[in-house]
């Protein structure tokens, strides 16, 4: 082993300077590609996830009847969180509160009635007054609102519009801004805001423009709020999904690429806590860094293409339903 050593130091001293630079930065490079790999791995599959418990014993999530939000509801649940479930629709959140209540016995649930689409001060008054006094320790801002199929922005109609930027947009910082004073007067919370890969992943995301722009929102009011509250003990996180199986994107089948929401929530839960801005599903982490690696343009004329395609097929459906 020593002579071997010996060895190659004595071939490293041989060569000229020219030829020993290049060598030890591609081998800084080959050891931080390394390095990143070894702490993908721990992060994905090995880290521990927080006890939620520790910021407290409530939890609010918003759009807790379909998708994401019903799946991450069940797993606060599971993690001995209470529930404050927030949506528009009372019999579908009687619906949701019930299955949970009979899967996880003992967890207390409140259900909220508010359209995040309708008016907002009436609804946020009545969420405020059922949240009042309560640890609430977890927020989940996952009500969302999207384009039925991918248009040109002179399509979208001025209702539809409107809905997509005041829940996108404008309810997510109602809702936070009535829980975040409780988190900072107890110093401790996580606030979870669900962002979009048509922000992080891929440079534009044609023909969707108004929801991709309002979910760039979500992404940059998270980082701004991370550095505003970490000091005070909260948590601010944007998690970022690719494509999951929701009735929001019309996806059904589910692949290793588009889980389940309940899949999905399954990697979102443990990401809690960790980083201001996260892929919390491991495949879509690699689709992610697949999809940077390709040339802008390239995923541009990809995108705007397969929108394209959804857009001729949703204008279909559109006349048919009108024969």
């Known amino acids: 082993m020593e002579l071997c050593i010996r060895f190659w130091e004595e071939q490293i001293k041989a060569q000229p300077f020219w030829v020993l630079v290049p060598f030890f930065l591609g081998f800084l490079m080959v050891l931080k590609s390394a390095v990143a790999s070894l702490r993908w791995v721990y992060i994905y599959f090995l880290r521990p996830a927080k006890d939620l418990k520790k910021y407290g014993s409530w ?12 799946g991450l509801a069940f797993e606060l649940a599971r993690k001995h969180l209470n529930l404050v479930l927030v949506g528009r629709n009372p019999e579908k959140l009687k619906e949701v509160s019930d299955a949970i209540k009979s899967r996880y016995g003992g967890i207390q649930i409140r259900n909220v009635v508010v359209d995040l689409a309708g008016d907002l001060s009436e609804g946020i008054e009545r969420f405020r007054k059922v949240i009042e006094g309560l640890d609430v320790g977890v927020l989940v801002n996952c009500a969302g609102v999207a ?13 539809l519009l409107k809905d997509v930027i005041q829940v996108n947009v404008e309810a997510i910082n109602r809702v936070t801004k009535v829980v975040l004073p409780g988190m900072l007067r107890r110093k401790r919370g996580a606030i979870v805001n669900i962002g979009s890969g048509s922000v992080t992943a891929t440079p534009s995301y044609p023909l969707v423009s108004v929801y991709a722009a309002t979910k760039a929102y979500v992404h940059h009011l998270s980082r701004n709020l991370h550095v505003d509250c970490k000091l005070k003990g909260i948590d601010v996180q944007c998690q970022v999904p690719l494509l999951v199986a929701t009735k929001m994107i019309r996806i059904k089948k589910t692949n290793l690429f588009t889980p389940s929401p309940e899949k999905y929530s399954k990697a979102s839960i443990r990401w809690i806590g960790y980083d201001h801005t996260c892929v919390p599903y491991w495949p879509h982490s690699i689709q992610t860094i697949l999809i940077r690696a390709l040339p802008e343009s390239l995923v541009d004329w990809i995108y705007f293409r397969y929108h394209l395609n959804m857009r001729k097929k949703g204008q279909h459906r559109d006349f048919m339903k009108k024969q």
């Open 147 to 159: 384009f039925p199929y991918a248009r040109f922005l002179h399509e979208v109609d001025e209702e």
């Open 59 to 70: 939890a609010v999530v918003t759009g807790p009847t379909d998708g994401i939000g019903k």
